[in-house]
């Protein structure tokens, strides 16, 4: 059994430290002793000759407590689903809310349109400049969570002229004291290219309706970036603003100390593409009561990666699946407070725009909530499909034939 694993984690830093030409005398104070590591630490890391460590063995040495175990990694597969999620051709299904069970009934909702997408730089009045562009908010049901049968609209846009009359879209739902909470992303107006995007609610009494709609977002962007010139450029700025300075995408409502905790994504106005790809944030916005007012936690942006959001209860903090962008996208991250997240595990990707099956959330296990749920799929640049996954935590690497 090994005892005393790895460094603490205050030598991190110390190791960041270390790389750098010129060390502050806290650094050097703090440079990790290499001359007495635990041999069982060297045997479990397989290093060969503890005098001559290379940069990847410092910082496997580093990792904090709980990295050798496999609590943590997990692997999948997709499958097809039956009904009203199979293919249809000319219509869009995707972004799947959590799965929510109302006695032997599934629930979930999406965001569903018709019809191919032109792109910009067409007639931004009558194009669909993405899937996600003229989108309604639907629902669908399943006894099985492999047929389902859709039930129609949950959520519609706005009258011409309202912060949502263009698109609604990649929603999410929380069921909590007996009512039902519908967050979605929204666009009022000309889908140009730096259009704002902002964040609704809808809430009901029943998860089949009807849903009263606010009549102001939740959350917007930040309003500290500046534009460069007048063209439709999401590129061009003086000034990029906080990290969901263009837009906040990917609203999920959780419950957790109390309080209602917004999760969401963030678009930075100037995005640019750096050495973990996309530069995308996750932010959070907390508020006493579901309907708000949300304050933007002063701690945002509360992940460096990442894209929808997927996050769930476990060992009393809030555990998330960062993907899709940014230098830590594939890991399963875990945060005490709901705010300060630590890598878990690097999986080897990861299901895009998970829906998440509620009943399976907080237990002992932060794996049983991958058990299934909902993804979806690109069938072509136009067209997206709801799909459903199967996660497992990976055990052993066998060869064919192994038992
Ligand atoms: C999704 C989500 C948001 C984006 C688009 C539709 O995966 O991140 O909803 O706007 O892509």
């Given at each position: ?7 603490p984690?205050?030598?991190m ?29 060297i ?17 496997a ?18 499958f ?10 000319g ?12 006695g032997?009934?599934?629930?979930t909702w ?32 399943s ?32 069921p ?6 519908l ?42 970036g ?5 063209a ?15 837009k ?44 708000g007012?949300?304050?933007k936690?002063?701690?945002?942006p ?12 476990h ?20 945060a ?9 595990s ?9 829906g ?12 049983k ?35």
């Open positions: 059994m090994l005892t005393r694993l790895f460094l984690c205050c030598l830093a110390a190791l960041a430290a270390c790389s750098e030409p010129a060390q502050t005398e806290n650094a050097v104070a703090n440079t990790p002793d290499y001359t007495n590591i635990d041999p069982e630490i045997d479990y890391l397989g290093i060969t000759d503890p005098e001559h460590l290379s940069a990847a063995s410092k910082r040495l580093a990792w904090p407590e709980g990295s050798r175990s496999n609590k943590w990694f997990l692997q999948y597969e997709t097809d689903l039956k009904g009203d999620f199979a293919y249809e051709e219509v869009v299904r995707r972004d799947p809310s959590a799965v929510i069970k109302v032997d009934t599934y629930y999406y965001s569903r349109s018709v019809g191919p997408s032109q792109g910009f730089g067409g007639d931004i009045e009558n194009d669909k400049v993405f899937p996600w562009d003229r989108c309604d908010i639907w629902y669908a049901t006894k099985d969570g492999w047929t389902w049968e859709e039930q129609g609209v949950a959520v519609a846009r706005g009258e011409k002229g309202t912060f949502d009359d263009r698109s609604v879209f990649t929603v999410e739902c929380l909590h004291d007996g009512k039902y909470y967050t979605y992303q929204t666009v009022g107006g000309p889908y140009e290219v730096r259009v704002k995007n902002q964040v609704g609610m809808a809430w009901s009494e029943s998860p089949d309706g009807p849903w009263t709609k606010l009549d102001e977002p939740i959350l917007s962007p930040a309003d500290n500046v534009w460069k010139g007048t439709q450029d999401r590129f061009a700025v003086e000034k990029k603003g906080d990290f969901d300075s263009h906040v995408h990917d609203p999920c409502l959780m419950f957790f100390n109390d309080k209602f905790y917004l999760y969401y994504k963030g678009e930075q106005m100037g995005e640019e593409i750096t050495f973990g790809g996309r530069q995308i944030r996750h932010g959070v916005a907390i508020a006493d009561n579901p309907l007012p949300y304050v936690s002063k701690y945002n509360i992940s460096n990666s990442g894209h929808e959001i997927c996050v769930w209860h060992d009393g903090g809030i555990a998330a699946l960062v993907t899709t962008d940014g230098p830590e996208k594939n890991t399963i991250q875990w005490p407070d709901g705010i300060n997240f630590e890598i878990k690097y999986i080897p990707g990861a299901p895009h725009a998970i998440l099956v509620r009943e399976n959330d907080n237990t002992d296990d932060p794996l909530i991958m058990e299934w749920g909902l993804t979806h799929q690109y069938v072509s640049s136009d067209y997206q499909i709801i799909r459903r996954f199967e996660g497992a935590r990976k055990e052993r690497h066998k060869a064919k034939g192994v038992k």
